[in-house]
């Protein structure tokens, strides 16, 4: 059965940095695209990042490039996300995601998601 539990949020000022978390469960993570998404209240879900099957290869949201970093630890079952220079409009519950298909390169939209994990609130003040 697979899990995906995210932890790490929290509340940050702007410009800091924070880290969140996604323990996985049930499968094995080293097969699996995995990506972070986000949603703010009021808003739909959006895209935040995205890591291929085999790590090397990441793919990012414009509002994000060059502040956050996506990572997977295979061995520890984990996939990161780093957050730097937060900015309030990154307040937001962010959840990860695992593909539906193994292997599978490069991003293409949030359909390709199947698994969802029950999200962790940043809130970044201003």
């Known amino acids: 059965q697979v899990q995906l539990v995210e932890s790490g949020g929290g509340l940050v000022q702007a410009g800091g940095p924070l880290r969140v978390s996604c323990a996985a469960s049930g499968f094995a993570l080293d097969y699996y695209a995995m990506g972070w998404f986000r949603q703010a209240p009021g808003k739909e879900r959006e895209f935040v990042a995205y890591?291929?099957?085999?790590?090397?290869?990441?793919y990012y949201a414009t509002s994000v490039k060059g502040r956050f970093t996506i990572s997977k630890y295979n061995a520890k079952n984990t996939v990161y996300l780093q957050m730097n220079s937060l900015k309030p409009e990154d307040t937001a519950v962010y959840y990860c995601?695992?593909?539906?298909?193994?292997?599978?390169?490069?991003?293409?939209?949030?359909?390709?998601?199947?698994?969802w994990g029950q999200g962790t609130q940043v809130t970044v003040s201003s």
């Open positions: 995601a695992k593909d539906k298909l193994q292997r599978r390169v490069g991003y293409r939209n949030e359909q390709d998601f199947g698994s």
């Open positions: 890591i291929g099957w085999s790590g090397g290869y990441t």
